[in-house]
C-alpha cells in the first residue's frame, strides 16, 4: 500500500473511490471505527462508500485499500459486496456518532481543558506496520466563545479522549462491549467464550458479529454448534457467512443441516463460492476428500522462487498450508493440470531468488488421493513428517491439499472443543 499515511476522517469524507483500472466506483460518505478499551489500539474498520450508480451506501473494507492519495483512493481490486450499509454492534461511524459529540481530555499538554467537555470536530486515522488504520489523534474544540467569534481547535492524542465506547459516546452495551473485546483475541478462545454466555446474549452476539469474525469462530466450533448457530441467521445472512468460511469447513456445517435448507444455501451462495462446496460435499465423510481445501498454494513451473515465498506470505493463509507449495501444469484453479510435485517452504527458503521452481520441486513425494481413507493420510504425515499433503484423483489432477489440523479435528472425539486442550485426569486412589 502507498500513499498518504495519516488522513482526518473529514478529509475523506466525499474522496472518490477507484477500481485498480481507474474506473470511479462511487464516493466516501464514512469512515466505520471501532472503539477499544484503554491499553488497546481503536481501529478504522472500513468506509461507508455511495456509488456511483445507484446512490446505494455499501461497507468497504480498509484492508481494500491499495492506496489514499490526496484527491482519491484506489482499490486492490474492483470487486466489491453490493449489499446495502448497517452498523453492527461495536461499529461507530465518524461523522454520524463521533463528530460534534462532547468528550474529556485528561492531555497533559492542555491543563486549561481538564474537567470541560469538549467537542470532537475530526479524527486522524494512521496507517501501521500491519496495514491497519488506527485511532491517533482528535481535533477538538474548546469552549465555544460568544459574539460568532471561532472556537480555537486543539489536537489531542486519542490516548487522552475520555467517554467514548464501543457504543458510543456516553453509552454503554454489554454486547458491543463484548465484540470489540474479541478483536486481539484467538477465533477458537472467541468460540468458547461466546458458548459461556446465556443463549439470549450468544445469539444477540452471533447476529452482530461481522461475516468474516463470525466465519472464523464457527469454524473452531463443533459441527453440532455450527449448525445450531447458524439457525439463530436469517437465510440470506446464513449464506453470506458461508461465502467467508473455508470451502471445507462450510461443507462440513452444510453436512449437519436438512438437506433442504442445505440445498437453499447453496444455491444462494455465490457460484464461485459454492462450487468448489458442492464437490467437497460429493465425498464421503469419512475420506481425505472431504477434509481436503480446494485452495491450497498451487502455482506453475516458471514461477520463480521470490513470487512463491511471496504468496507463502499471505497472512491469511494457515501455517500449515503455507508449509507447501505445490506445481502443476496449467489451470492452477482446482482441479487442475497434471500435477508436477511440491516444494516445501523451508527449501525456497535456501535457493536463490530468482530461480524457477520448476527446477527445485520435489517430484517424488507420494500424493494422498481423494477417497483414501483417514488412516492413511495419517500414516502418510506420520511418514514423511509433513503437516500438508497434495490430493489427487485418479488422472493425476491436484484436487487440493489436507492439513495435519482438519485431520486432527476429525479423529479427535466429537466434543473435544468443549473439552478444551487440556483433559482433567481423575486421580486413583488406592483403597
Given amino acids: 500500500m502507498s500513499g498518504i499515511s495519516r488522513v482526518y476522517a473529514g478529509r475523506l469524507s466525499g474522496m472518490v473511490v477507484r477500481g485498480p483500472d481507474t474506473d470511479v466506483i462511487g ?63 461495536g461499529e461507530l461511524t465518524v461523522m454520524n456518532d463521533l463528530i460534534g459529540s462532547k468528550v474529556q ?21 494512521e496507517r501501521t506496520r500491519s496495514r491497519d488504520w488506527v485511532l491517533s489523534r482528535v481535533a477538538v474544540f474548546g469552549q465555544r466563545p460568544k459574539f460568532g467569534r ?30 470489540a473485546g474479541f478483536e486481539d483475541m484467538r477465533p477458537a478462545d472467541v468460540a468458547k467464550m461466546l458458548y459461556g454466555l446465556p443463549t439470549q446474549q450468544r445469539n444477540e452476539v452471533t447476529v452482530e458479529l461481522d461475516d468474516e469474525k463470525l466465519a472464523d469462530i464457527l469454524q473452531e466450533l463443533s459441527e453440532e454448534r455450527q449448525a445450531e448457530l447458524i439457525e439463530t441467521l436469517d437465510i440470506e445472512r446464513a449464506a453470506d457467512v458461508l461465502e467467508e468460511m473455508d470451502p471445507d469447513d462450510a461443507a462440513d456445517l452444510l453436512g449437519e443441516l ?64 503455507a508449509s507447501l507449495i ?20 523451508q527449501k525456497l527458503l535456501r535457493e536463490p531468488p530468482s530461480s524457477l521452481v520448476g527446477g527445485i520441486l520435489d517430484p517424488d513425494l507420494p500424493p494422498l488421493y481423494a477417497d483414501d481413507d483417514q488412516e ?15 490430493v489427487l484423483d485418479g488422472n493425476g489432477h491436484l484436487l487440493g491439499a489436507v492439513a495435519v489440523d482438519d485431520l486432527l479435528d476429525h479423529l479427535l472425539p466429537e466434543n473435544w472443543r468443549e473439552t478444551g486442550v487440556r483433559t482433567v485426569k481423575k486421580e486413583v486412589k488406592n483403597g
Wanted: hydrophobic share 45%; aromatic share 4%; proline share 9%.
Fill in 27 to 89: 464516493r466516501v460518505r464514512d469512515v466505520v471505527v471501532q472503539i477499544r478499551p484503554a491499553g488497546h489500539d481503536s481501529r478504522a474498520l472500513g468506509l461507508v462508500v455511495e456509488l456511483v450508480n445507484n446512490k446505494r451506501r455499501i461497507f468497504l473494507p480498509m484492508l481494500r485499500i491499495a492506496a489514499i492519495e490526496p484527491r482519491e483512493i484506489t482499490l486492490i481490486s474492483g470487486s466489491v459486496s453490493l449489499r446495502a450499509f448497517r452498523t453492527r454492534a
Fill in 150 to 179: 471561532r472556537p480555537v481547535l486543539h489536537t489531542v492524542p486519542w490516548s487522552h479522549i475520555h467517554g467514548v465506547t464501543a457504543a458510543g459516546v456516553g453509552e454503554s452495551d454489554r454486547t458491543a462491549e463484548l465484540i
Fill in 105 to 125: 481530555t485528561d492531555d497533559p499538554d492542555f491543563d486549561h481543558l481538564h474537567g470541560r467537555p469538549v467537542e470532537i470536530a475530526d479524527i486522524e486515522l
Fill in 376 to 390: 492413511t493420510a495419517a500414516r502418510f504425515f506420520a511418514t514423511y513428517n509433513l503437516v500438508c499433503g497434495p
Fill in 258 to 321: 436438512p438437506e433442504a435448507k442445505a440445498d437453499v444455501l447453496l444455491e444462494l451462495m455465490d457460484p464461485e463460492e459454492s462450487a468448489p462446496v458442492r464437490r467437497l460435499m460429493s465425498f464421503s465423510p469419512d475420506t481425505v476428500g472431504a477434509l481436503m481445501t480446494p485452495e491450497p498454494l498451487i502455482i506453475d513451473p516458471q514461477t520463480t522462487v521470490a513470487e512463491a515465498l511471496a504468496m507463502a506470505r499471505n497472512p491469511d493463509l494457515p501455517t500449515s498450508l
Fill in 326 to 345: 505445490f506445481v502443476v501444469r496449467p489451470p492452477t484453479a482446482t482441479p487442475t493440470g497434471k500435477y508436477l510435485g511440491c516444494v516445501h517452504l
